[in-house]
């Protein structure tokens, strides 16, 4: 991995997580790619949406920022499979949920977008 590669992809992971902490839709439809895929696993439910679908639903959510919810998104691992793709494991929480996110990355022109969002959620453990 070229540390430039590594590097950016953490701007864009604390950005993502940023986003998320701010339920600020337009900076999160940012990262992804406009084809990108958002797959939850939660709940015994498994869904599988489009980014027309999903960032509506962060725009009209309370924020964890608004709800006085500190910022605790974290980077576990980023693994680059070649020159223009990527896995990040990132972790956060919303509210009582813990979630564990895999982002799969693609540089398209020199940039790294979110190409889909696999993730699942446990309960948040008491502080």
């Given at each position: 991995?070229?540390?430039?590669?590594?590097?950016?992809?953490?701007?864009l992971?604390?950005?993502?997580?940023?986003?998320l902490?701010?339920?600020?839709?337009?900076?999160?439809?940012?990262?992804?790619?406009?084809?990108?895929?958002?797959?939850?696993?939660?709940?015994?439910?498994?869904?599988?949406?489009?980014?027309?679908?999903?960032?509506p639903?962060?725009?009209?959510?309370?924020?964890?920022?608004?709800?006085?919810e500190?910022?605790?998104?974290?980077?576990?691992?980023?693994?680059?499979?070649?020159?223009?793709?990527?896995l990040?494991?990132?972790?956060?929480?919303?509210?009582?949920?813990?979630?564990?996110d895999?982002?799969?990355?693609?540089?398209?022109?020199?940039?790294?977008?979110?190409?889909?969002?696999?993730?699942?959620?446990?309960?948040?453990?008491?502080?």
């Amino acid at each position: 991995m070229q540390d430039s590669d590594y590097t950016e992809i953490l701007a864009l992971c604390a950005r993502y997580h940023d986003a998320l902490h701010r339920s600020d839709a337009k900076l999160l439809g940012s990262l992804f790619h406009e084809k990108a895929l958002y797959a939850a696993t939660t709940d015994g439910d498994i869904r599988f949406w489009s980014m027309d679908h999903y960032l509506p639903i962060v725009a009209g959510r309370p924020s964890p920022a608004s709800r006085g919810e500190a910022p605790d998104g974290r980077v576990l691992a980023i693994t680059l499979a070649g020159p223009n793709a990527a896995l990040a494991q990132v972790q956060s929480s919303l509210g009582e949920r813990f979630f564990t996110d895999f982002l799969s990355l693609v540089k398209i022109d020199g940039r790294w977008l979110i190409a889909a969002k696999v993730f699942d959620h446990v309960p948040r453990q008491a502080d």
